[in-house]
């Protein structure tokens, strides 16, 4: 299969600082890419949707400002989650999927964010 | 709408006995249904996915699940369980593909399978 990779696998930050999470595509173009988060223990939660060069579509109750998600390119979408909090702390997952009608997304390895 | 079922957060088996993993969904359209594992502090692997083809769905590591439109259940199973299948397994439903926009995944809540030796 395709290869998503993500970067970093896990981060541990100050509170009130911000960080970036970033998630590539290897091998393909990523027309769409989804970030998720899970808590301990618990399913994936979809936070949010984009489609290169647009902005992304956030589910509800999802902080966009806090969130803040990036996909110029078809290789690379970034995840900043700003003035973190401890309550952030979570494991971040990103898929990316190609162009219609390829139903299948690929799922990065996950960041282990630790806001101390 | 689209939502996904898994009966049981915990399933535990011996090794070498049957697997099965349950999964119900629900969908106003016609559903694309996936399996996937995740290890501890991984990301996801698909398993297999159906996708309006054969009803029976045949995976990675022996695992195979079966559309049963009749049921809404799309149930994963494996012959024999060995000690390495010892993870999370996620079901997850989508829309069919095509040209209506992007398709997003919905996630049932999991269900660690257990393997005792």
């Known amino acids: 299969g395709a290869v998503v990779s993500q970067h970093p696998s896990w981060v541990i930050c100050k509170s009130g600082t911000s960080v970036k999470i970033e998630c590539r595509s290897l091998?393909?173009?990523?027309?769409?890419m989804f970030w998720y988060r899970q808590f301990p223990k618990q399913s994936l939660m979809l936070m949010a949707t984009?489609?290169?060069?647009?902005?992304?579509?956030?589910e509800q109750g999802v902080e966009k400002d806090k969130f803040l998600i990036n996909h110029a390119s078809l290789t690379l979408s970034t995840l900043t989650v700003t003035s973190a909090h401890p309550e952030d702390s979570s494991f971040y997952i990103c898929?990316?999927?190609?162009?219609?009608?390829?139903?299948?997304?690929?799922f990065g390895q996950g960041t282990r964010l630790t806001v101390v | 709408a689209q939502s996904v079922t898994q009966l049981g957060s915990h399933v535990s088996v011996s090794e070498g006995a049957l697997v099965l993993l349950r999964c119900n969904y629900s969908?106003?359209?016609?559903?694309?249904l996936f399996w996937y594992v995740q290890y501890p502090n991984q990301g996801l692997q698909l398993l297999l996915k159906?996708?309006?083809?054969?009803?029976l769905v045949k995976g990675i590591n022996g695992f195979e699940a079966e559309f049963k439109k009749s049921e809404t259940s799309f149930h994963l199973t494996k012959p024999s369980a060995h000690m390495s299948d010892a993870a999370e397994y996620f079901c997850?439903?989508?829309?069919?593909?095509?040209?209506?926009?992007?398709?997003?995944?919905?996630f049932g809540t999991g269900t660690r399978l257990l393997v005792s030796p």
């Open positions: 898929s990316a999927r190609g162009p219609l009608p390829n139903t299948e997304a690929f």
């Open positions: 091998d393909f173009q990523a027309t769409t």
């Open positions: 984009s489609n290169e060069g647009s902005k992304a579509t956030y």
């Open positions: 969908s106003s359209v016609p559903p694309y």
């Open positions: 159906y996708t309006s083809a054969a009803t």
């Open positions: 997850a439903v989508s829309g069919p593909g095509g040209n209506t926009g992007f398709q997003k995944l919905v």
